[in-house]
């Protein structure tokens, strides 16, 4: 336990409030585990796996209204509106927290309040912060578990007096006036609210029990608090992937990336190198910390301890690791269910005869729906991966020798090119696009959305300023010891739509030309938008892609890029008077480059 009395007082005056019948200290221990998986199986809310072929691995099944984020939903409450930006749906602080503070009300009557300390990054890591999650879902606490880093070990590192974020959570299900309870509860999409206090730090998250909205941990904490905890102490919180890389030769680069949500940050992360002699270790798949260590380099940690993957396109041909990272102690949900018991989604395998589907329904090949959501997921240990690094808890991270940017755009946007300088890179970032994927809710699936440095949903604060204070970066060292900076895209297409680039294990072709860059050994060309390598810079051998795929990957169309251009200029106004005028400046640079090609 503890005799932090902050802490103490905290969960005494929420108990007050949402009322629960019982309150239990989450310690970590199995004991209290297999407590809460007996209750969850007593009200069907729970299904075994086959053990023998997934031990201990269980799936639940949400409401059909609670399977993804809803930005609609999710508030920046800071003091002023002007500090939200135009990115964030701001709501008046005290407002919101009274209009909260009624639905907290009596919340948790009929249900266990749990309090679940928790620690983002390693216990032992000074690059670390402490969260204090209350919730009444089990499934929370299960999956909080593998996240992160809980129980007493956090309770003893954060001492009588040490700092943590507050993260209050219901499911807004009371079990009142003889209500029974449900398999999955939640409330309305009107009635669910996802708040964040940039100044006070503190987290509420009110009517969902899915993902993102209820693991507070995640994107509530690891990005969106941090980020602001990150611009006021001179740091940096990205939705980044991070990896080791090791050559033929035994030599060692890190690199981080930022891919939006479902666009294969995980597949990157435990990358299958299709050249021999590479290697690929993966230190975390979602989110990085960075932080300039003592010799003025960009170091890096991975806040999290486990995965929340998009099940489904992982396949043995995709992701063959993740697929081995899951086959134990993990935590499914909304996958579909095979007649022997395991699991199914689209993309693993060929589609069985038979499957109950993801909202339990009896599913055959001939239904026309799909058996898994879009959006279902893994939850899985991280030390399981094969590929794990063995210094992937670091507590003074991995040093970061690149930085990249992609997203999905079937035209305009290169394989591969390299910033001129960190400015230039951040430009980069700043114009980054994607197509919009199942991992929110929304009706633009398949549109291209701007989505700066991947974390359009996740900034706790202004972007313009944001954006500013990845500029800042440069002023706290040596420029020439930051990561060199890269935009990637995989998903290039031909005219048929088919992409051109294969994927998967042949992306290490384009980190070895990376690799080698930050060594200063490969060639590129100068062009309007970046360095961009020759045909010859690219390691094609043995590759199924003709001279003329390649041009095609790497061509620059002017007219393409001008228009490209028109666009970023929009998308930069949108963000108001705030939005640094270097990158105007960088944005001219390319039109003016642009214009002057032949």
């Given at each position: ?546 001279n003329e795929d390649v041009d095609t990957l790497l061509d620059i169309d002017k007219d393409a890029w001008l228009t490209e251009a028109q666009s970023i200029r929009a998308h930069f106004d949108s963000y108001g008077q705030k939005m640094p005028q270097v990158l105007y400046d960088e944005l001219q640079g390319l039109e003016d480059r642009l214009n002057d090609m032949d």
């Amino acid at each position: 336990m503890t005799n932090n009395q902050k802490l103490l007082a905290w969960v005494d005056e929420m108990t007050t409030l949402c009322q629960p019948d019982d309150v239990v200290w989450f310690d970590g221990s199995k004991e209290q585990q297999d407590q809460i998986l007996e209750d969850l199986k007593k009200r069907d809310a729970i299904i075994t796996l086959n053990q023998d072929k997934l031990p201990n691995c269980y799936l639940f099944r949400s409401h059909v209204s609670d399977v993804a984020r809803v930005e609609e939903r999710t508030f920046i409450a800071s003091a002023s509106e002007e500090d939200a930006g135009p990115t964030n749906n701001w709501y008046e602080p005290t407002a919101l927290k009274e209009k909260m503070h009624a639905l907290y009300s009596g919340s948790m009557k009929g249900r266990t309040l749990y309090v679940i300390p928790f620690c983002m990054g390693p216990i032992d890591s000074p690059s670390s912060r402490i969260g204090v999650q209350i919730t009444d879902s089990p499934y929370v606490v299960l999956n909080m578990k593998i996240m992160a880093r809980t129980g007493q070990p956090v309770l003893d590192r954060l001492g009588d007096d040490g700092f943590f974020v507050p993260c209050l959570h219901s499911v807004g299900y009371p079990l009142t006036d003889g209500k029974e309870d449900v398999a999955w509860p939640c409330a309305p999409m009107e009635e669910k609210y996802i708040a964040h206090f940039p100044e006070t730090r503190e987290i509420w998250s009110y009517g969902s029990g899915y993902g993102g909205n209820a693991l507070l941990g995640k994107k509530c904490l690891a990005l969106r608090i941090a980020s602001v905890m990150a611009r006021d102490e001179g740091w940096m919180a990205e939705h980044m992937l991070i990896l080791k890389l090791t050559n033929p030769e035994g030599e060692v680069r890190h690199i981080c990336a930022a891919f939006p949500s479902a666009c294969g940050k995980t597949n990157l992360a435990m990358l299958v190198p299709s050249l021999s002699g590479w290697k690929v270790e993966t230190i975390g798949d979602d989110i990085a910390w960075l932080h300039i260590g003592k010799d003025g380099r960009l170091y890096a940690i991975n806040p999290e301890n486990g995965f929340f993957g998009v099940a489904p396109g992982t396949s043995m041909r995709s992701n063959p690791n993740a697929i081995k990272t899951i086959g134990k102690n993990t935590i499914f949900t909304n996958v579909a269910l095979t007649d022997d018991n395991e699991v199914w989604w689209e993309g693993l395998s060929p589609a069985p005869e038979h499957l109950i589907d993801w909202q339990g329904q009896d599913w055959t090949r001939e239904s026309g729906t799909r058996a898994a959501h879009p959006n279902s997921r893994f939850t899985a240990p991280a030390a399981q991966c094969p590929t794990i690094a063995p210094d992937w808890q670091a507590p003074e991270g991995v040093p970061i020798d690149a930085i990249l940017f992609g997203g999905r755009r079937p035209s305009t946007i290169p394989l591969v090119y390299e910033s001129f300088n960190w400015q230039h890179g951040v430009f980069l970032g700043s114009i980054m696009g994607s197509e919009v994927t199942a991992a929110i809710i929304s009706d633009q699936l398949g549109k291209v959305r701007r989505d700066p440095f991947a974390m359009l949903p996740f900034i706790g604060y202004h972007v313009a300023d944001y954006i500013q204070h990845w500029l800042d970066m440069a002023k706290l060292t040596d420029e020439s010891k930051l990561p060199k900076i890269y935009s990637v895209n995989w998903f290039r297409k031909d005219e048929d739509g088919q992409f051109i680039w294969p994927g998967y294990g042949e992306n290490i072709r384009v980190l070895e030309w990376i690799f080698e860059r930050t060594a200063g050994q490969a060639g590129a060309k100068k062009t309007a938008i970046g360095n961009v390598p020759n045909i010859k810079d690219l390691n094609t051998a043995g590759l199924n892609v003709s001279n003329e795929d390649v041009d095609t990957l790497l061509d620059i169309d002017k007219d393409a890029w001008l228009t490209e251009a028109q666009s970023i200029r929009a998308h930069f106004d949108s963000y108001g008077q705030k939005m640094p005028q270097v990158l105007y400046d960088e944005l001219q640079g390319l039109e003016d480059r642009l214009n002057d090609m032949d």
